[in-house]
């Protein structure tokens, strides 16, 4: 059982996903969307970050630091692009918060391409912008020490 109360600061993502994903998948909560033995790739993760997490599990934990580094405060531009590939689905939309050690605005877009199998998220590929993520924190090893601390 996760506890979502640790993963406030991305709740306007995590209801997105589940509000995009509705009738594609099971699960009541985000985390219960995935599979346990899900990947999740950053396409363009910056050096010290893993470029893919392997398992619910390892998701997770990394999401888990996200409040230490950024509070999500809305989300917008959300748009559900279906696929002729069964089970795939794109998903594009923007993240407005700001960093919480430097208060400093965060405004990301995100393109997501998510493979969806038996109701569960399988593959999860992320295109977003690294060097938003640490003009909005000020370092990129903060985004390691506080996600990625086992990386």
Do not use: C
């Amino acid at each position: 059982m996760v506890d979502y109360a640790q993963f406030k600061a991305l709740g306007p993502f995590m209801e997105l996903v589940e509000e995009s994903l509705a009738g594609l998948t099971d699960g009541d909560h985000y985390f219960d969307l995935f599979a346990d033995d899900v990947v999740m790739e950053f396409l363009y993760a910056p050096p010290g970050t893993p470029p893919a997490l392997h398992g619910r599990q390892a998701i997770i934990d990394s999401f888990r630091g996200y409040g230490r580094i950024i509070t999500l405060e809305r989300m917008s531009d959300s748009k559900v692009y279906p696929t002729t590939t069964p089970g795939v689905v794109i998903l594009e939309y923007a993240g407005h918060g700001s960093g919480v050690a430097t208060g400093r605005p965060y405004h990301q877009r995100y393109v997501s391409i998510v493979t969806i199998r038996e109701r569960r998220i399988v593959h999860w590929r992320d295109y977003s912008n690294p060097l938003v993520v640490i003009d909005t924190i000020g370092d990129a090893q903060e985004m390691t020490k506080a996600m990625f601390s086992d990386a």
